[in-house]
Structure formats: C-alpha cells, structure tokens
C-alpha cells in the first residue's frame, strides 16, 4: 500500500518547472474528462427517465438530425484540438530540442538496475543519481536489453530506454530533496524491484559527492583482507567494479560505494550487513531470475565478503 499511496501522490508534488506543465496538463485534461463524463451521465440520465416506457405504444421515429449531429461532432473535435494544442505547447516546454547532444548524465537499464555514467567526470554509479539543485541537466538513456522507462514523477517526464537508440531528454529539481524513481514500463519478472533514487544536493555538495566518487578505494582492502580475497578470488570481479583495485567489469553494478546506498538489488531490501550477507549467499532467493547466480559459498565467505562490501563508501 505504500508504494500504492507514493505512485497517487507523487504526480501532484512537482519540484520543477518541467514536472510542474505537465502535472498542470495532467490534472487539465482529467478535469475536461470530467466535465464530459458528468454531460454524458446527465443526458443518460435524463432520457432514461423522460423518455422511459410509459405504456403508450412505440414512440414516433426520427431520422437524422442535423443541428444534433453537428453538435456532437464539432464539440468533441474542439475539445481534442485543445488538448492537442496545450499538449505540444508542454512538449515544447518541458523538451526543448538539441541539435548537437553533449549529455550530462548517461542512464542506462538493466534488467534489473540502473547504471549512471557522468562523462564529464567518470564517475559511474549504479541505482542512484545526485543532480544539483537549480541547474537542467540533460539525460540520455538506453538500455541494455529490452526497453525500459526511465520515470521520476516529481523532477520530470517519462522516457523510454531502448536498445540502440538513445533517447534525450532534461531534468531539473527546484529544491533539495530526496525523489523516488522507477522503472515504469514492464520489461520482465523483477520490473517492480527496478528502483532508483536521485538526491537533489546544493551545488558544492555536488561537487564535493563527485570528487568522492573518484577517489581509489584500494585501501579499503587493507580493513578487511579477508573479505577483499575472497571477493577477488570468486568470480565477483567478472561482473563487478570496485575503482582502483583489478575489478573493472561493467556487466553488473558498479559497486564502489555500495556501502552508503540506501537499499540492495535495486530497492529490494535496506542495505544493512544482515542484508548484504543474506543477499550475496543466495540472490535468487530476493530477487528470482536475476543475472547474479548463486555462488554456492559458505556462510563465512559470504559474510567476509558482506564486511568488505559494506567498507566501500
């Protein structure tokens, strides 16, 4: 019921101007919608019982009526031309074209998480995003295998990741904040554990976050050896990145600062070491079908690894 009550809610909280035309089209054209149910009920209504069976035989027929016809015809074409108008007018708005696209972050969907690439820095993080407050940012988003859509319902429009043709779009927050996101078009079995969050930060938080993000975390072995052998030694490296150390793979989550996000396999459950070491002994327990197999590994490896993991921050 929760995330019931978040899907409802969260179109009508907008944080930015983008969000905000197209909640205002949003709630526009489910008030005309209404407007017409409530006149079609009405005259329903009215004929159900005016012209109901009185006992009198059959009512006199009538063939055609021109002002009626009319009427029912122009009413309905000026009503989608409205919407129509005001809905590219939006559009106009909220996406305004780029003839030479240099994005500023690059979305990519997986099934079933997100990877997120800022080419200006290289920083590479996987299920979250930090924008800073006030400035528009341009998104491209793809995806990997089959489409996805890319939806954060307070900072902006929905779009659609699909495979080789990458797809553009602007984002921007207003306000500091923490938004919820999601992925919003079915792509398979685990579609509803493909959630991510994107943090709206002061610009020096920012920037701060992003030289965070590039420092090595080699060292980190060092606090946890055994952990760090065992991961390096299982086939968690053919997958996986941890920056500044030998895992460089990119087929499953970059997994540098997994131990300050908030939730594991992409909003499945709260990232805690009970968690983490539940999550990598067996994966397919939380998250059916997805692609991280189940290692066979003992309960010690497993909470070796968990130590290490939950140390990169």
């Not at 930090?130 to 429009?157: A, C, M, N």
Request: hydrophobic residues 45%; glycine residues 6%.
């Amino acid at each position: 019921m929760r995330y019931v009550s978040l899907a409802i809610a969260l179109p009508f909280g907008p944080v930015s101007g983008m969000a905000r035309e197209t909640s205002y089209l949003f709630i526009w054209v489910v008030a005309l919608c209404l407007v017409i149910l409530g006149v079609v009920v009405f005259f329903t209504a009215r004929n159900v019982i005016k012209f109901r069976d009185k006992g009198q035989g059959t009512p006199p027929q009538t063939f055609g009526n021109n002002k009626l016809e009319i009427m029912w015809t122009a009413i309905p074409l000026v009503a989608v031309t409205v919407v129509y108008i005001f809905t590219v007018l939006v559009m106009h708005w909220t996406d305004p074209s780029v003839a030479h696209p240099h994005p500023d972050l690059e979305v990519i969907g997986h099934q079933w998480w997100w990877e997120v690439h800022y080419p200006k820095t290289g920083v590479v993080t996987a299920n979250e995003i930090y924008i800073p407050t006030h400035k528009r940012l341009l998104i491209e988003v793809r995806s990997t295998d089959v489409i996805h859509s890319f939806w954060v319902p307070q900072l902006g429009r929905k779009m659609n990741c699909i495979p080789g043709h990458p797809n553009y779009f602007w984002i921007k927050s207003d306000k500091t904040g923490t938004f919820q996101g999601t992925c919003s078009l079915y792509c398979g079995s685990e579609h509803a554990w493909m959630r991510l969050i994107v943090y709206a930060v002061p610009l020096a938080k920012f920037n701060q976050w992003q030289r965070s993000q590039l420092i090595s975390q080699a060292s980190v072995a060092s606090l946890h050896p055994h952990g760090a052998k065992e991961f390096f030694s299982h086939t968690c490296i053919s997958c996986h990145a941890v920056r500044g150390t030998i895992a460089h793979a990119d087929y499953a989550p970059n997994l540098s600062d997994i131990g300050a996000r908030p939730w594991l396999g992409a909003g499945v459950m709260k990232n805690t070491l009970h968690n983490m070491k539940l999550w990598i002994f067996d994966p397919q327990k939380y998250k059916p079908d997805c692609y991280m197999p189940d290692l066979h590994l003992k309960h010690r490896q497993a909470d070796a690894i968990a130590r290490y993991l939950e140390a990169l921050k």
